[in-house]
């Protein structure tokens, strides 16, 4: 016995339904499970990263501190004479009044040759030598003061150092310091809910509780996976300490002066996590328990009520495609099958109209598409032509703009020697005139004048090299690039007080067009120099960093300026499209860039955003 078309239909959609759920069922609990852990992932690198930044906030702010009040008592007049007359006991005096007014935990006065005069909370005693200390040994070497993060007894403590000086001669050392103990690290935790615990090598110097009523005696986690975790800081591993379940990663603790002096470790618990998990996959499941017992009975009426309708539509489509003759189509249903059963008679009248037609159409458009092929050449012809010309005049408008930066570069730079070359003319003339002037003074004067001279030369020779072009590939390192872009531009970038920072990770060299990739980082140290002056902000800093990623050669510029929008984030490379349009903008620069990196250069040009700018980044092989 035949088993009826509706029945089919009914059964059929039934076993759909529950596969698809089923299927449907199991995805949801699989990707419920990565979100979950995607979320605890996230979490954990969000609260880690404020720790750390929170972390090198605080030490950065002491190190500051602890540098402005080193130079005061540096630069005290009283001060130095005390330490001429030798006198320590005046000395002593002095910095024991600066530590009650500074706060500092530690002040120590040095001689020039690294012996101890005076100190006051050190562990160090008059007549020590700290002359190989690092710090001491910079500042006496360098002459300038420095910052820097030491290990002291059984804590970290971080000293700033300024030259103690009269008449250009040194008279001694001055180091004012910090300790980082425990209620430091409790003043970090209240704002970042992380356990936090300072380690040099493997022992904990200081710490915050952990869960505990006490700060931690050893390393709660295991040597070897800690040094793991040191190697890649977005690791996380699972602990258990105090009874409690954590989370823990690490970081390589640096000084200012980006020399490893220990570490940290962070810890976050995580208990709630698993109660979450189970209470979301609980209210899944009898989510999708009532979602198919609803869809169950939705789709049984709706497959019943219109199954014998659509039977009759199966039949009549199924004789029409075949070409034969049909019975029209009535249903009687008041709704969209009625209105579906007569659009499809009516469609089969027309269908049977443009049959007979079709034929004389079907002419109609060959000879069409044989007269478009013909002429297809001679259109494609015009098009190129047409969009080399536009590019020429591209070209030519983006390096009239360049050419106008230029000039106000070599104007920038040549401001300076120009006044000394001016200074030193009416020197000469008034001594000259005041009959106060020897061989000796003019010879000195006129070799001034002529390293004066020499400069502005060697300024016109970099700018004039600047856009020769390379017609064949040279051996390069981005190091070299930049060092010349840096030539051209860092007098300009000074002048607005924007920091520069050099990220070198790449020493590689590889071969390109150095000119070219010149013209291009210029361009965009150029564009982040705009837009940080544009926007007035506060510790503006460029940023270009060099790595190897894979087979590719890249150099990142970035900068603090806000980002690119996300409206316009595409458009920043079309020709002619720029924001700077109100203030002469050309929207050249950046399409030039691209159209040098990726035709000319064999590379690619992309644009993004981070937390605090747009980074352009040049890759290539």
């Not at 249903?331 to 099958?337: A, R």
């Not at 060092?483 to 970038?493: E, G, N």
Request: hydrophobic share 40%; charged share 25%; proline share 1%.
């Amino acid at each position: 016995m035949k088993v009826p078309f509706y029945k089919k239909i009914v059964f059929k959609a039934m076993v759909l339904v529950t596969i698809v759920l089923a299927f449907g069922f199991f995805m949801s609990i699989e990707i419920m499970q990565k979100q979950l852990e995607e979320r605890m992932s996230q979490k954990l690198s969000q609260d880690f990263i404020s720790a750390q930044h929170t972390t090198e906030n605080f030490i950065t702010f002491m190190g500051q501190a602890s540098q402005m009040w080193a130079k005061e008592i540096a630069y005290d007049g009283n001060f130095h004479t005390k330490i001429k007359e030798k006198n320590y006991d005046e000395i002593s005096k002095i910095i024991s009044v600066d530590k009650r007014k500074i706060s500092a935990d530690t002040i120590i006065v040095l001689d020039k040759n690294g012996f101890v005069l005076a100190q006051k909370g050190s562990i160090y005693r008059a007549g020590d030598s700290l002359k190989y200390y690092d710090i001491v040994k910079e500042t006496l070497k360098t002459k300038n003061p420095i910052t820097k993060m030491a290990r002291e007894k059984e804590s970290f403590i971080i000293y700033s150092s300024s030259v103690i000086e009269e008449d250009n001669q040194m008279l001694g050392v001055l180091l004012v310091g910090y300790f980082v103990n425990d209620i430091f690290l409790e003043n970090i935790k209240a704002n970042t809910s992380l356990e936090i615990a300072f380690i040099g090598n493997s022992a904990v110097m200081s710490s915050t509780k952990w869960g505990g009523v006490e700060n931690l005696a050893i390393l709660p986690i295991n040597y070897l996976v800690y040094q793991n975790l040191l190697k890649d800081n977005k690791k996380f591993q699972e602990i258990k300490h105090n009874g409690k379940i954590y989370k823990v990663s690490a970081k390589k603790l640096r000084n200012i002066e980006s020399l490893t002096s220990g570490s940290i470790l962070f810890g976050y618990e995580f208990d709630w996590v698993k109660k979450q998990e189970a209470k979301i996959i609980q209210e899944h499941i009898k989510l999708l328990g009532i979602i198919y017992l609803i869809s169950t009975l939705i789709i049984s009426f709706f497959v019943l009520k219109y199954s014998k309708a659509l039977g009759k539509l199966n039949q009549a489509t199924l004789k029409l495609a075949n070409r034969k003759s049909y019975e029209k189509v009535n249903i009687d249903s008041n709704d969209e099958l009625e209105l579906l059963a007569n659009n499809f008679n009516l469609m089969a009248v027309e269908l049977n109209n443009l049959h007979n037609g079709m034929e004389a159409e079907i002419e109609d458009k060959t000879k069409e598409l044989n007269n478009l092929n013909a002429n297809l050449k001679i259109r494609v012809k015009d098009e190129v032509e047409k969009n080399r010309e536009k590019d020429k005049k591209m070209i030519y408008q983006s390096r009239l703009a360049q050419m106008g930066e230029m000039l106000s570069m070599i104007a920038h730079q040549w401001r300076q020697p120009l006044n000394a070359i001016s200074v030193t003319c009416v020197n000469l003339n008034i001594k000259a005139r005041l009959d106060n002037i020897n061989s000796e003074t003019v010879i000195k004067e006129a070799d001034n004048i002529s390293g004066f001279v020499q400069h502005l030369s060697a300024t016109i020779n970099d700018f004039r090299d600047f856009f020769k072009t390379n017609k064949k590939r040279q051996e390069i390192d981005y190091d070299q690039l930049v060092t010349a872009v840096l030539t051209i531009i860092q007098h300009s970038l000074m002048g607005k007080n924007i920091e520069l920072i050099k990220d070198f990770q790449l020493e590689e060299k590889f071969e390109s067009h150095p000119n070219e990739v010149k013209q291009v980082i210029l361009n965009l140290i150029k564009n982040s120099e705009d837009i940080l002056v544009e926007k007035k902000i506060k510790d503006a800093y460029i940023k270009v960093s060099t790595f190897k990623d894979g087979e590719s050669y890249i150099l990142e510029v970035s900068d603090n300026g806000g980002g690119v929008p996300e409206g316009i984030i595409e458009k920043v490379f079309d020709p002619y499209f720029s924001t700077k349009l109100k203030k002469d903008g050309t929207g050249l620069g950046l399409y030039m860039s691209k159209t040098i990196i990726e035709e000319h250069c064999g590379g690619k040009l992309t644009v993004s955003n981070n937390k605090d700018g747009a980074v352009f980044r040049i890759s290539l092989i």
